[in-house]
């Protein structure tokens, strides 16, 4: 098993160049299942969940291949509508090939998808909207047996809460289906708009994501493209947190910090000094951290909750009082236990957490819970007087393109065994 050796105090200097979206290239990859031809996709990931999308892709009879940073997809023959349980255990994600597969074949057959265990993921909302584009679901088994009677048609679908993945999956299933579909009530994440916006490179027609209300046309088929994915939001804020806990002064580029104004602020009232400029943020940390105003994780354009754990690392040593309030998932304080370990004073009643800031935290062996969790861990760590060693790193391998690199070549002192 793999293990993150730190050892903290070391200030982080220089700069780190953001990398492709998790969260926009895993939609995006099942979407290339719907266009039966070639995809190219450049600044993708290279982290454990988009190799397996690309293992997702290959079963389905794509052809798949992955070079530096580009995806190369041709699903133009798909043999295949069915999921291995054992590829959809891999991650939540794989849930969007419902979508994709259903669009493009009328029929998937799968199990629900594993993935972080951040409390209930249930996907009721995704298979009502699916059952109003006429798709009959069969469960059993913990499996879900998908078909459409004669076409998907478009529907008028208002979800009961802006779901990413199931705003996700609507858009997948009614590219290609019968009439228009209306999503009221959709969830806003800059991730959606970038899927959109590649679905329509490829001759959709979709209207209106990014925000609340999305119209999808369906189209007879779509083509080829190339894309670009959009930085990713989450990651650039790790590195963001990293330095205001380590301290010292980074400069992250290739970022859009316009879809990071419910984050950044965060950071400014620490007491960090962040400059955002076109694709760039100048930040700079300032010893010591100030407690922040309550923050409550909510669906976009609020506070991210996969942004909790590393903001709430980044202030264990901060000065004074800050309370989370975790709005999105039951089960999203695993890795408070890691950080009262390191001596991070941290109460958690239900959905609160309340962090009495203290000026000093120790190495010590943990574990990363989940993927943002571990994040939270590393976080904490590179501000931590002597060695932590985090294992479990196959949770941060998910969603951080070589965490290790990226730290060590702006100073930390942190690798991998
Ligand atoms: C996506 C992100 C994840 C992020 C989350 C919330 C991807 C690949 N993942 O996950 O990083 O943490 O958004 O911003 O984009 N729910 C239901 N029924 C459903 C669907 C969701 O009850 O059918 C609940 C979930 O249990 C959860 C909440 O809604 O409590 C949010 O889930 P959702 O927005 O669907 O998140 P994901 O798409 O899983």
Redo the contacts with the bound molecule.
Sequence with gaps: MQKLIINGGKKLCGEIRTQGS??AA??IMAAAVLCGEKVVLHNCPKISDVYSAMRILTYLGCKASFDGNTAVINSENISCSEISEELMREM??SIFFLGAVLGRTGRCRLSLPGGCDL?????????SALRKMGVRIKEEYGGLDCSVEKKLTGAKIALS??????T?NIILAAVLAEGTTVISNA?R?P?IADLADFLNRCGAKIHGAGGSRITINGVKQLHGCEYEIMPDR?ACATYLACTASAGGELIVTDCRPSDMENILPVFEQMGCIVHALDSKIFFSAKYPLHAVAPIRTM??PGF???AQAFVMAALCRAKGTSVFVEN???NRYKHVGGLTRMGADILVEGKVAVIEGTPRLYGVKTEAPDLRGGAGLVTAALAAEGTSEISAVHHIDRGYEEIEKVLTSVGADIKRI
């Design positions: 998790k969260n895993l939609p939540r994600s409390g209930p993921r249930p996907v009721d909302i995704h298979l809460f802006p779901s990413v993945g199931a996700e969830a994440e991730e989450i669906v976009y991210p909750t996969d999105i998932f039951e």
